[in-house]
Antibody, heavy 122, light 110 residues
Framework: EVQLLESGGALVQPGGSLRLSCAAS????????MGWVRQAPGKGLEWVSA????????YYADSVKGRFTISRDNSKTTLYLQMIGLKAEDTAVYYC???????????????WGQGTLVTVSS | QSVLTQPPSVSAAPGQKVTISCSGS????????VSWYQQLPGTAPKLLIY???KRPSGIPDRFSGSKSGTSATLGITALQTGDEADYYC???????????FGGGTKLTVL
């Protein structure tokens, strides 16, 4: 059974940093691209970032480019999202998601985690 | 403002059919596959359709997808009250080199 378990969400002050983790199991992690999608309270889905299966290619939404870094450790089957320079508008539930393919440029997310809440507020 | 445009809401009676549109441009829908997601209240999204019209295993054939030019459509037949949810289209935008979602459509089954 595929499982994606996010962690690391917290209340952080504007300008602060946070690292989200997503522990994956139940599939061959190194064969699939992964992504992060966020949802602000009461709002729609926003694609944030994706990474290819090898980690060699990464992609970002303009709203987070230069502030967020996606990475993965295939030996630990874990996906990460390092966030710096956090803003109030980054407040959202962050979902980790598995892609159907390996490139990360489709995107077709067939499995999702339960989400972790990031709140940016003073 | 979302790159992909969806109607904010649609409604229909149980047993009826509904369609949800998703409009984009040549940099996204026009040249890339479209996927559709269902998000029930308080839960994570669920993939309904990928590569324009393919259904993952376990998704009933009441759900269908199509694409024409720079627009895509999700169809749901034999509506059930359990289909009440938010529906999102998604695709890749080649100009942005990023994924994009529509703003979402709330389906009400009257």
């Amino acid at each position: 059974e595929v499982q994606l378990l996010e962690s690391g969400g917290a209340l952080v002050q504007p300008g602060g940093s946070l690292r989200l983790s997503c522990a994956a199991s139940g599939f061959t992690f190194s064969s699939y691209a992964m992504g992060w999608v966020r949802q602000a309270p009461g709002k729609g889905l926003e694609w944030v970032s994706a990474i290819s299966n090898s980690g060699g290619s990464t992609y970002y939404a303009d709203s987070v480019k230069g502030r967020f870094t996606i990475s993965r450790d295939n030996s630990k089957t874990t996906l990460y999202l390092q966030m710096i320079g956090l803003k109030a508008e980054d407040t959202a539930v962050y979902y980790c998601a598995k892609d159907l393919g390996f490139r990360g440029t489709v995107p077709d997310f067939d499995y999702w985690g339960q989400g972790t809440l990031v709140t940016v507020s003073s | 403002q979302s790159v992909l445009t969806q109607p904010p809401s649609v409604s229909a009676a149980p047993g009826q059919k509904v369609t949800i549109s998703c409009s984009g441009s040549s940099s996204n829908i026009g040249n890339n596959y479209v996927s559709w997601y269902q998000q029930l209240p308080g839960t994570a999204p669920k993939l309904l359709i990928y590569e324009n019209n393919k259904r993952p295993s376990g998704i009933p054939d009441r759900f269908s997808g199509s694409k024409s030019g720079t627009s895509a459509t999700l169809g749901i037949t034999a509506l059930q009250t359990g289909d009440e949810a938010d529906y999102y289209c998604g695709t890749w935008d080649s100009s942005l080199s990023a994924g994009v979602f529509g703003g979402g459509t709330k389906l009400t089954v009257l």
